[in-house]
């Protein structure tokens, strides 16, 4: 539908930017949020500098790596030290809560409108933020839920009671080995549900938050509908990217906003019904208030 080539990175000044997004959200009938990895970075909730040395600066001594990417990928010599970093990622990425409030003030921003999320994150913010949970749809997993490695079955497991007793009894980044995550079923090794392979689990949760996001966008088709596109990048951009484009293109009453700090762009197909602002989404959150 898009040529590569037509792509634009302005639609205008930032003042008239937000100006342009205000009076779309108040018009708009329902509004569709997008959320990616950007969004939880305004939010604070970073991968590296700072907040990575104070988590794990002996892991980071040990195993070279300098960022919690980096090290979800490592390979460590044990399962009990595997465990050890990793109880410590899910308990800062998701059991925390972020330092900005960013997500609350989305919420502010939506909560008397008719909307619903769909997210590649999976740190649980809109939750935690008072969204609805059945107007969210978590696309790549949650860092609260366990799966089988192999898998065996499409269930999956909550936790939290794990990651915090892995927390409060490692030592010398090791858990102890009782504490290792055993499939009730197979019994073997559990892992996270993350989309990573083929071996990701989307359980009955998942499909009928698919189901509701799928209904929710076919019952909107015709009206003034806001595609909200908050921190996404290349990543995964078939996931929320290029169908909010393709939508808006289909819907002449609808508006394709993308707030994203140096990725803010969109199809010249869809130039004039569309906002880009290539800003912190924190100041835009704050100066649309």
């Known amino acids: 539908m898009f040529s590569r080539i037509s792509i634009t990175k302005s639609t205008g000044t930032y003042s008239e930017n ?40 002996d892991f980071e001594d040990k195993y070279g790596f300098h960022d919690m990417y980096s090290g979800a990928f490592c390979r460590y010599d044990t399962p009990e030290e595997h465990w050890a970093y990793w109880s410590r990622f899910i308990t800062v990425n998701r059991y925390m809560d972020a330092p900005n409030p960013v997500y609350k003030e989305i919420f502010e921003l939506v909560k008397d409108k008719d909307y ?30 366990f799966q089988c490695s192999t898998p065996c079955c499409k269930e999956t497991f909550n936790n939290e009671d794990t990651i915090r007793q892995m927390m409060e009894q490692q030592k010398d980044m090791r858990i102890p080995s009782r504490l290792l995550p055993i499939c009730p079923h197979c019994g073997k090794p559990m892992t996270m549900n993350l989309r990573s392979d083929n071996r990701f689990v989307e359980d009955e949760g998942w499909h009928e938050a698919a189901k509701r996001y799928e209904n929710f966008l076919r019952t909107r088709g015709n009206l003034r509908v806001l595609f909200l596109e908050l921190g996404v990048g290349y ?42 602002i290539d800003s912190d989404i924190a100041k835009v959150l704050e100066d649309l208030r």
Request: charged share 20%; proline share 3%.
């Open 116 to 145: 619903f999320v769909i997210t590649t994150n999976v740190d649980h913010c809109f939750q935690k933020a008072d969204f609805d949970k059945k107007r969210l749809f978590y696309t790549q997993g949650d860092y609260g839920l």
């Open 18 to 57: 937000v100006k342009r997004l205000k009076v779309a959200l108040d018009a708009a009938d329902a509004v569709v949020i997008g959320a990616g990895a950007g969004l939880s970075t305004s939010a604070g909730f970073t991968y590296s500098g700072e907040r990575f040395r104070k988590h794990f600066a």
């Open 235 to 276: 990543n995964t951009p078939v996931i929320i990217k290029y169908p909010f484009w393709r939508m808006t293109a289909q819907n002449r009453a609808a508006t394709y906003a993308c707030i994203n700090y140096g990725e803010a762009i969109c199809p010249t197909e869809i130039k004039g019904q569309s906002i880009c």
